[in-house]
T-cell receptor, first 113, second 117 residues
Framework: SQQGEEDPQALSIQEGENATMNCSYK?????LQWYRQNSGRGLVHLIL?????REKHSGRLRVTLDTSKKSSSLLITASRAADTASYFC?????????????FGTGTRLLVSP | NAGVMQNPRHLVRRRGQEARLRCSPM?????VYWYRQLPEEGLKFMVY????????ESGMPKERFSAEFPKEGPSILRIQQVVRGDSAAYFC???????????????FGPGTRLTVT
């Protein structure tokens, strides 16, 4: 299976702390994206990092990509209760001819006040 | 500019019935993707369509499932003779570009939660 895996499966932290989630994938990619999904809702695109980039920032989000290890990390700094959600990485595999996203299994983040 | 719309949001069907899930892409988008999410799992690609064409259906079960995206109207994901294992959330995404045109973001709808009793 091409599906990636997030680690940890679940993470529980206090407001103000940082949250780090990791994603591993199996094939060569064009880019990797992170999405957030609130319980029972659709996905919200957070950030995209291309295969030739190593780090990217967006507000309180910091994403790294290590193509040699086929892994990525998402760091949320100064977390808030509103960050409580599931976070998924999705890869866009090379040579598929179009952007078929392959999602990981997700990390469930709980931020307590 | 309305986002991707899906309806119904919740659908309950008895085993053996048919389920029809509708997706209206964002204005100006002509590419539609369907994904399925089982409880506690990530999304899995099912099918990619352009107007009047199925481009890739490698993720679709071989039987009972079909998808279309007509020239006019929404994209439809149809599941015939539903079984309990079809219970899942079905998400639609749309994008403005497709094959060989570089990266383009997929915008997701809110999903349809199908429950088969």
């Amino acid at each position: 299976s091409q599906q990636g895996e997030e680690d940890p499966q679940a993470l529980s932290i206090q407001e103000g702390e940082n949250a780090t989630m990791n994603c591993s994938y199996k094939t060569s990619i064009n880019n990797l994206q992170w999405y957030r999904q609130n319980s029972g809702r659709g996905l919200v695109h957070l950030i995209l990092i291309r295969s030739n980039e190593r780090e990217k920032h967006s507000g309180r989000l910091r994403v790294t990509l290590d193509t040699s290890k086929k892994s990525s990390s998402l760091l949320i700094t100064a977390s808030r209760a509103a960050d409580t959600a599931s976070y998924f990485c999705a890869t866009d595999a090379r040579n598929t001819g179009f952007q078929k996203l392959v999602f990981g299994t997700g990390t469930r983040l709980l931020v307590s006040p | 500019n309305a986002g991707v719309m899906q309806n119904p949001r919740h659908l309950v069907r008895r085993r053996g019935q048919e389920a029809r899930l509708r997706c209206s892409p964002m204005k100006g988008h002509s590419h539609v993707y369907w994904y399925r999410q089982l409880p506690e799992e990530g999304l899995k690609f099912m099918v990619y369509l352009q107007k009047e064409n199925i481009i890739d259906e490698s993720g679709m079960p071989k039987e009972r499932f079909s998808a279309e995206f007509p020239k006019e109207g929404p994209s439809i994901l149809r599941i015939q003779q539903v079984v309990r294992g079809d219970s899942a959330a079905y998400f639609c995404a749309s994008s403005p570009q497709g094959i060989g045109q570089g990266f383009y973001e997929q915008y997701f709808g809110p999903g349809t939660r199908l429950t088969v009793t």
